[in-house]
């Protein structure tokens, strides 16, 4: 009987010799199949350029957002990006002179020219492609492309805005607030903060939150800085470890948890919120897991929780 390290040998042996006898099939044929696929890949990108040739809008665009962004069959190129943009454009895609504005806005393979980028969000505004209204109330507010005009801003915030943009309901809400061509309306605002945050706008949530602040409206404020912060806005994970921190003294459902854990990740400024996640932790007899969440406690400045650390090292 063989024993089992001869085995191992012969096995090895009869690999390496078929690797010397049919390698180079093997590589050939890997070859083949990377050759065939990107022949595939060559062919898919030849047809949707005929399509955009034969004045598909909507093909044109798409190649633009395929050499903008890159894809799996094509590199990031700006310049073809601006290419095909441009085509669609031409063939009145919304879309397409929204794409082309913002690369000449941002001088992506084109020289920068917010004149230029503030004609073409018009016209796509008027193709109904309502993220350019709001990119057109943007320039005309901060005075890009155009001497600066409150009036053409409200106009253009309004209409996106009423067609679901929250950022423009959220920026009509700070032009009510601080009296910009509107009337300074603080109730105005707030309704129109609403209607971004309830979009959501994180914007609109945190901005409707600091009114309510303001007006010594906690509750309500914890609430929209709450959604602020899920909604990916730090500065309102900041302001939530003030305003909700120190109310919740103990964690008992995962809601709260997550909550917890959320702010407590995306915030960089106070303690709280990792303390009391650690503190849940601790209870559950989950070292690990309470003394990661101690140590970021600690480092800004929780002194309780650099005293569990303490403990939990003792």
Known sequence: MFDKKFKIVVVLLVL?????????????????????????????????????????????NELGDMYHYGSDIVSIDYDDAVTYYTKACELESGQGCNNLAYMIDNGKGVKINNWTALRLYKKACKLNEIEACYNVGSMYYNGEGAKRNY??????????????????????????????????????????????????????????????????????????????????????????????????????????LEEAKSVCNASTKGGTMCYRVGLYYEKQEESEKARYYFEKACQREQSQSCKHLGDLYR
Request: overall charge neutral.
């Open 16 to 60: 390496v010799i078929m690797g010397i006898l049919f390698g180079k099939d093997i590589i050939a044929s890997l070859s083949s199949v990377d050759e065939i696929s990107k022949l595939t890949e060559s062919k898919s990108l030849t047809y949707y350029k005929k399509s955009c040739e034969y004045e598909d809008a909507e093909v044109c």
């Open 151 to 256: 009036y053409n801003a409200n106009y253009y915030f309004k209409k996106a805005c009423e067609n679901g943009i929250g950022a423009g309901c959220n920026n009509l809400g700070y032009m009510y607030e601080h009296g910009k061509y509107l009337k300074r309306n603080i109730n105005e605002a707030m309704s129109k903060y609403l209607d971004a945050c309830d979009m959501g706008e994180a914007s609109g949530c945190n901005n409707l939150a600091h009114l309510k602040e303001k007006q010594g409206n906690t509750v309500s404020a914890k609430q929209f800085y709450r959604k602020a912060c899920l909604l990916g806005d730090n500065h309102s994970c900041n302001k939530l470890e003030n305003v909700l921190g120190t109310y919740i003294y103990q964690i008992k459902t995962e809601q709260e």
